[in-house]
């Protein structure tokens, strides 16, 4: 055991934000940000619209649509822990950069709007972060608006979700007649949502009674709120840290992040609660310590042109053993080659700077020129060190790409490159003409394809579809370009391995029935 490296290990906290688009996953993040001092104001409603954008969205296109897209990272200090928060598309289309981004963190803080409950967008989230098995936290969100009874709120998760939710406080009225919070998790206090000016926003309690002359002394909302209280403690779960980190047991925070009401006490919490870095899989079944001396990673995420005066790609490692220091040479898993880290940077909000020091659990942007690939796994020791693959998902749209400008076909090429690296959508060719195809699980990845070629590449590109196809690759010793018919076209990998594009399911039975010997597989 190394204790001063872990030490360090034990004051990272590294976490995602999912939410269903609109629960407010940008405005807590925001909030996060402005009580960690990283920035100074907070993008609201209105400065969205005017054009002060939320730091977290990046790119232009999420600015335009008002969608985050892709997966950001940030990172600050709290309370002498070292804070990275990744943050993930809420948008299904791309689920898959979700995915990934979920595996290279230990924590995930589900946001639900209070008013909606858990939407469809939440609950798959939810299912990949069962799997991996990381602790949940619950933000329960816009509480200013009038939404639906906590109790319901709460009993949901465990209907739904299959989870259960423990409240670690508890409303006190909602919307219009919104009072305060009532503190269940540490001491008995309220935290009032309008405090008298110049006068602390929380109130002691005395045996559960609020103090005489206190805002809530007979208030018939509070009376309610205590009768809550006690039909809670009778029949709900009680918080087990044990089952928390287990993830069979969600802590539930409610507030409301669009008026900063609740965020810092669910911050505070969360920081003391969540888990430090732990160990990875490596190699198969070995488990890697955190502490382990030598330096190791994993790369989740690839991306290009995050900021548009510095035309650059940025690989996104997950440290997951050592310490990192610069010009560290490591090795690259995949090909064996060394390569030597001189140009590391971490994310302050949209700040870059040099990497001071990094250890399990933070995540580090690499400067790119080509040599990496998400999924990627660097080691910097003599033993080798194999980071399980990173999920994938089998494409189920697909699209003919050309250049507009046949005259322009080196901006094309390059734009199609460094897109398809990132990871941004699939490229296949066809098996015959050699005609570039895109594949997506979703249409709005096209969209950003095309408009990222434009901007970024200065290449536009027709897209035409396809339409919805079954992909099923084929052992390279059956094929016979004879298979390929109008109703399953054949097109190659960027790996060169060939797959069939089936116009259907019926299409593909028909395959089956046809050529009864060929076995066909979902993903290589
Ligand atoms: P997202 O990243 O999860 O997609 O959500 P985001 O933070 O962008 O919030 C979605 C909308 O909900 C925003 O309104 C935001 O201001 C609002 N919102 C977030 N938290 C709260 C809250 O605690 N209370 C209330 N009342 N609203 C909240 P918007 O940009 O104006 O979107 P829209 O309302 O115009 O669609």
């Known amino acids: 055991m190394?204790?001063?490296?872990?030490?360090?290990?034990?004051?990272?906290?590294t976490f995602a934000i999912i939410s269903h688009p609109d629960a407010g996953k940008t405005t807590i993040t925001e909030q996060m940000l402005l009580l960690g001092g990283v920035i100074r104001s907070a993008g609201t409603v209105k400065a969205r619209k005017t054009g002060n954008y939320a730091t977290s969205d990046w790119m232009e296109i999420e600015k335009k649509r008002g969608i985050s897209v892709t997966s950001s990272v940030m990172q600050f200090e709290y309370q002498g822990k070292r804070i990275n928060i990744l943050d993930t598309p809420g948008h299904q289309d791309f689920s898959e950069d979700t995915y990934r981004t979920l595996m290279a963190v230990d924590a995930a803080v589900m946001v639900i709007d209070s008013a909606r409950g858990i939407?469809?967008?939440?609950?798959?989230?939810?299912?990949?972060?069962?799997?991996?098995?990381?602790?949940?936290?619950?933000?329960?969100?816009?509480?200013?608006?009038?939404?639906?009874?906590?109790?319901?709120?709460?009993?949901?998760?465990?209907?739904?979700?299959?989870?259960e939710g423990v409240a670690m406080n508890w409303p006190i009225g909602i919307g219009q007649s919104l009072l305060g919070l009532y503190d269940l998790a540490n001491q008995r206090r309220v935290e009032l949502y309008h405090p008298e000016e110049g006068k602390d926003r929380f109130i002691a309690?005395?045996?559960?009674?609020?103090?005489?002359?206190?805002?809530?002394?007979?208030?018939?909302?509070?009376?309610?709120?205590?009768?809550e209280i006690e039909l809670l403690e009778g029949a709900g779960a009680?918080?087990?840290r044990a089952k928390v980190l287990a993830g069979q047991q969600t802590p539930v925070f409610f507030g409301s992040a669009l008026t900063n009401f609740g965020v810092e006490t669910f911050l505070e919490q969360f920081v003391d609660?969540?888990?430090?870095?732990?160990?990875?899989?490596?190699?198969g079944d070995e488990e890697l310590k955190p502490d382990d001396d030598e330096f190791s990673g994993f790369i989740f995420k690839i991306q290009a042109n995050m900021n548009p005066q510095h035309r650059d790609r940025i690989a996104f490692v997950r440290v997951c053993s050592g310490e990192f220091s610069k010009g560290l040479d490591v090795t690259l898993a995949r090909t064996g080659k060394q390569v030597r880290l001189n140009n590391a940077v971490e994310f302050e909000?949209?700040?870059?700077?040099?990497?001071?020091?990094?250890?399990?659990?933070?995540?580090?942007?690499?400067?790119?020129?080509g040599n990496f690939q998400i999924g990627d796994s660097i080691y910097a020791g003599k033993r080798k060190l194999e980071f399980p693959p990173l999920p994938e998902f089998t494409p189920e749209l697909f699209m003919r790409v050309s250049p507009k400008n046949v005259m322009k076909q080196k901006s094309f090429h390059k734009g199609m490159n460094q897109l398809v690296q990132e990871g941004a959508v699939q490229l296949y060719r066809n098996y015959q003409t050699d005609d570039y195809i895109l594949g997506a699980v979703g249409q709005l990845q096209f969209e950003v394809f095309q408009y990222r070629m434009k901007n970024e590449y200065n290449s536009e590109v027709e897209i035409t579809s396809i339409g919805h196809r079954v992909a099923r690759w084929i052992n390279p010793d059956q094929l016979d370009p004879k298979m390929s018919s109008s109703r399953n076209l054949l097109v190659k990998d960027r790996f060169g391995n060939p797959l069939f594009l089936f116009e259907n399911a019926f299409a593909e039975r028909w395959f089956h029935d046809k050529y009864p010997d060929v076995e066909l597989t979902e993903k290589l």
Do not use: C, W
């Open 349 to 369: 909000s949209s700040a870059r700077v040099q990497v001071s020091e990094a250890v399990a659990g933070d995540i580090v942007g690499l400067y790119d020129t």
């Open 205 to 227: 309690l005395a045996d559960g009674k609020a103090p005489a002359g206190s805002p809530l002394a007979d208030d018939p909302q509070f009376e309610e709120t205590l009768g």
């Open 2 to 13: 190394n204790k001063e490296l872990l030490d360090k290990v034990n004051k990272r906290r």
């Open 119 to 163: 939407e469809p967008q939440t609950k798959k989230l939810f299912k990949v972060v069962r799997q991996r098995g990381i602790p949940v936290f619950t933000f329960m969100n816009k509480l200013d608006r009038d939404g639906r009874e906590p109790l319901d709120l709460v009993a949901e998760l465990e209907e739904v979700l299959g989870i």
């Open 238 to 240: 009680s918080f087990d």
């Open 273 to 283: 609660l969540a888990p430090a870095p732990g160990e990875h899989k490596v190699n």
